[in-house]
């Protein structure tokens, strides 16, 4: 196979026009990728901003993710963050850093996975930077619009509030627990897509906001973790139901028995799902795609689990 | 010197929530960091957004610059793409990647350069990441605001117009070449100052687009670099006159002496000065700080300098 030259060989401003070239943008763009900075309307008058860096071999491996996998990864999991603040994404920008002998073909597969997850979730790549590193690093900075609704904060939960979740829960632990085992059933191989590329529910954040919810967050690293923050910032304590879990559960008990593994471990500590988790009024009518997982208490002792504790790695640290 | 815990030692939240407590928002902010999102004013109801990654080893040496100096170019570099757009900053976002053995004081040290030069932007820094990564690596996102002008593009430049700049040339390029070589003379330590952190010309972005710029760029790769793309931009040709550019030229002339070197190659090929360059039309009255450089032709021949093709280096190219 041949993978044509590389970064070193064409040079910066070759690459970037080969990867702007031809790139459709939204309405909102009034300036894309080409100047010193993009323009990018921002109709409420406030503007949602969020970032995150992905390196590979901590947040990926390209052994196991094709270009466009990483790509499409990069904008999911930020375009998630938009979404859990009851906002919709509007423009991501990205920068890329990678070895002078990287193929640009594998830049231009990156682009197109940045590119195509970007219109999945309703906008456009508008600005970016490439860079030299001796290792692919991926930051991607997502914005959002709230079309004229408060942000829905971490803090916002209240005693007597449901606690209700949009999206899979588990499946991206289990695709990585796959991964890591070298376990290539084909009957699995949907829950390694989803690890490679998780699907947020892409619109749910808006529909969540606009029923009600008090409070919401994503679930990026683990659920029982990112809950903790939210009910630490509401002065609140979570309790889950496992019975109102067993779909989830159900979806992984192939993998879990294939792996001798708990999938409530993945459930509850796995992250990387990009699900929306949220609270509402308990009177509120939940909006189509969201399921009740709880209930906000008036304790303050974290989340629990069926009112006990969890006791099982409750996620992510980017240092751990 | 007792440099204290590590990043991996106290994890990834306890960082975090080290290097953003007490931080002070500008009214601008109406959600700050520690969220899953940041919420910032957008009055224009446009937003201006650029990002730019910084490589250790590659865009700074941690032997060479402090963590505040580092996180203070790297602000800089970004507010600077803002001003050149004619718009003002209101909101940096940081992702920053660095090993786990790394002192969390030094994460704290890059923290307070990234506030301390957002503040002399005049904005403050909304959200970020903190990952691990096998070296230092500072991605930020800049967004700014148009006050309801039209944002100062690179193409917009017609013959006729004049050339004019804000802001110093060649000292970046100089302190480079002098930390390069290891002199260390006291009497040029202003010009590896200058390296280590530039000094855009805050504020004459918008002063500039006031006064009717028809084109901007900031002086990122290097004068001739970034004006052949502005004139490419444009369809037109740029002639620079060094005759405008004898203060530049004086004040590098020890360094050159000291190390045999020719000022003019950090004039127009050094770079990493972050100067605003601007064209105006003939008629306009320059903004005090912008002084005049050179002229708009009609010729399609790219940038000259008093008539004649440069030779010498034009800038840099992150894969050169």
């Known amino acids: 196979m041949t993978e044509g030259p590389t970064l070193g060989e064409l040079g910066e401003f070759a690459?970037?026009?080969?990867?702007?070239?031809?790139?459709?943008?939204?309405?909102?763009?009034?300036?894309?990728?080409?100047?010193?900075?993009?323009?990018?309307?921002?109709?409420?008058?406030?503007?949602?901003?969020?970032?995150?860096?992905?390196v590979q071999g901590r947040h990926f491996r390209l052994d196991w993710s094709s270009p466009e996998q990483v790509g499409r990864k990069a904008i999911a999991q930020n375009a998630a963050?938009?979404?859990?603040?009851?906002?919709v994404p509007t423009g991501f920008l990205v920068a890329f850093g990678a070895p002078v002998d990287t193929p640009a073909s594998a830049v231009t597969a990156l682009s197109d996975g940045l590119s195509a997850e970007a219109a999945r979730a309703g906008a456009s790549i508008i600005g970016g930077?490439?860079?030299?590193?001796?290792?692919?690093?991926?930051s991607v900075t997502a914005l959002g619009d709230l079309a004229g609704r408060p942000a829905v904060l971490r803090s916002g939960a209240s005693a007597g509030d449901v606690v209700a979740v949009a999206g899979e829960l588990g499946r991206?632990?289990?695709?990585y627990a796959l991964l890591d085992a070298g376990a290539a059933e084909p009957a699995l191989a949907a829950l390694v897509d989803r690890h490679l590329?998780?699907?947020?529910?892409?619109?749910?954040?808006?529909?969540?906001?606009?029923?009600?919810?008090?409070?919401?967050?994503?679930?990026?690293?683990?659920?029982?973790?990112?809950l903790r923050q939210l009910a630490a910032a509401s002065g609140v304590g979570i309790d889950l139901?496992?019975?109102r879990l067993a779909a989830d559960r159900d979806a992984l008990t192939a993998a879990a028995v294939a792996l001798?593994?708990?999938?409530?471990?993945?459930?509850f500590g796995g992250g990387e799902d990009h699900a929306l988790v949220a609270c509402f009024p308990a009177a509120a009518v939940l909006p189509q795609g969201w399921r009740l997982i709880g209930a906000v208490t008036a304790e303050h002792d974290g989340v629990t689990v069926d009112g006990g504790g969890w006791t099982g790695r409750p996620g992510w640290d980017s240092f751990g």
């Open 15 to 54: 690459v970037i026009d080969a990867i702007t070239a031809g790139r459709r943008h939204g309405d909102a763009v009034r300036v894309g990728p080409g100047d010193d900075a993009a323009v990018l309307d921002a109709p409420d008058g406030r503007v949602v901003a969020s970032t995150d860096m992905l």
């Open 81 to 87: 963050d938009i979404e859990a603040m009851g906002a």
């Open 129 to 138: 930077d490439l860079v030299a590193s001796p290792q692919w690093t991926v």
């Open 172 to 175: 991206s632990g289990a695709g």
């Open 197 to 226: 590329v998780p699907q947020p529910p892409y619109g749910q954040g808006a529909r969540a906001a606009r029923a009600g919810a008090t409070a919401m967050t994503d679930v990026s690293d683990g659920l029982i973790i990112d």
């Open 241 to 243: 139901h496992t019975a």
């Open 260 to 267: 001798g593994a708990d999938p409530w471990a993945w459930i």
